[in-house]
């Protein structure tokens, strides 16, 4: 049982990353209609700044964190000038390829500009585990999140009570209607994208640190992880991102502790094979497609 | 206050407005008739920008505003009230208010506007927070209105406010437009409902096939032949 509970635990903040990389997805698919491939690749850019900023200057953390944001962010806005502003409203298709083309011209250059592969990565804090009565807690994991949780505030806080977040959830529930606001459209969908960036670019920070190295592959692997996570909350949905992070992080804190490292990422695609057959909406899908049928269905 | 001169816009090969003129004085309620499909919409999407003319030009107060992006032509006064109202269905009935002001300045003008706009939309005061899908017909057009005068327009450009409301919401909007241009607003209001258009209007142009076709008083309009067999054409038609 303490077992149990510790795996939960740990899945929690684990999963609290994980829930970060989903924020992303969704913000970007809730605003644009559109899969965003290449937000893995473009936050292991952001990632392999940040080495480069450790590497040439000794950085410390805070400004490793920064630098990998930042970068993030910067390639975020040039995945959205290439692939989502060049591409016409309606070639949903087109712009999912070219995602992915860009996706390949990342891992290529970074591939070029680092070629040893795996980098070193420098952990954000180096301490000892908490106990706490039977359990322990890592404290990178703590500090994750926290982290996590204070970003999703700071979100939930600009959707609900600005001027900015209302005209986004506006431009994410009918991007036409939010014109006759007098809402910049192009404008907020170029916001959200930074937005979403600078959340791919912390959460992929703070799993960097936490697992001390780099490698190119790590793009592909936040892109698995947001797009599980998010595919199990229910896409478009910021609630069920963070709740498909969380259960995602959970599964596999059971997995490792029960069948082994190995089947880590495993359960992570047999977890979400589930949802797509069961329950393809995701746990917040099913209401999100009833309100967009309430709102369709008025005359 | 609004001059269209020379308007054409095409979809592809479709070719929707074909060398529109007209004009709207300060004050006046305006009426564009026509069937559905001769342009009366294109047109007025090309006014607030969300299309773009291939050629024409667009003057409002005085200065160009073609090809100008809608939240810029928005930010001079022109307001327009889509077609199918365009309700926020996820979004309450005040967050839907709110966003007709996207475009006005500070928070508190904002409140203070919502009261303006909720002594003379008293039905929605009740349903501030309720979500903009749980409206019916009526009184989302409603609402719709009111968010478009959050937006504090000089001109508010109604098209077809009437389209598929019961006889009396129907009633209740074409009553409600006179009193908007008593309060200092000019409306240029695209009907298919030409009777009840005609009736509160001060001038009227008439859209066929993406060209003016006639135009005058609304008075001398609605006594002219042509518009009555066309507008008793359209009756038998269903």
Known sequence: MVDFIQNCLDGIMLGSSYALLAIGFTLIFGVMRRLNLSYGPSIMVGAFVGTLVYLEFKANAVAIAAATVVGAVIVGIYVERLCFRAIRRGAAVASMVSSFVIWMQLEEIVTVVFPDRTYFFPPMVTADPIDLGPFFFKVEYIVMFAVAAVMTVLLHWLLQHTRFGLALRAVSEDPRAALFMGINVGAVMFLAFVIASAFGGVAAYLIVSADGQITPLFGLWATFKGLIAMMLGGMGSIPGAILGGLLLGVVEAHSIWYLGTEYRDLSAYFLLFLFLVFRPGGLMGQLAVERELAATRRV | ?238
């Open chain 2, 1 to 238: 206050m609004l001059e269209i001169h020379d308007l054409h816009l095409s979809y592809g090969k479709v070719r929707a407005v074909q060398g529109v003129s007209l004009e709207v004085a300060d004050g006046e309620i305006v009426a564009l008739i026509g069937a559905n499909g001769a342009g009366k919409s294109s047109t007025m999407h090309a006014v607030c920008g969300i299309e773009r003319p291939s050629s024409g030009h667009i003057r409002f107060l005085g200065r160009a505003i073609t090809r100008m992006p809608p939240h810029r032509i928005m930010r001079r006064g022109i307001v327009q009230v889509p077609e199918g109202r365009l309700i926020f269905g996820g979004l309450t009935v005040e967050q839907n208010l709110r966003l007709g002001a996207h475009n006005v300045a500070g928070r508190a003008k904002t409140g203070a506007d919502i009261k303006r706009v909720l002594e003379a939309f008293p039905m929605l005061r009740e349903r501030l927070d309720e979500p903009g899908s749980a409206l019916s017909g009526g009184q989302a057009q409603m609402l719709a209105l009111a968010r478009g005068l959050m937006a504090r327009p000089r001109l508010l450009i109604l098209d077809e406010p009437s389209l598929g409301l019961a006889p009396i919401a129907a009633l209740d909007v074409f009553a409600l437009i006179p009193r908007l241009r008593d309060a200092g607003v000019t409306i240029l209001l695209v009907e298919q409902n030409v009777r009840q258009a005609l009736a509160i209007a001060d001038r009227g142009y008439v859209l066929e096939s993406g060209r003016i076709i006639l135009d005058g008083k609304a008075a001398e309009l609605a006594e002219h032949e042509l518009l009555v067999s066309a507008y008793l054409g359209l009756q038998r038609g269903g």
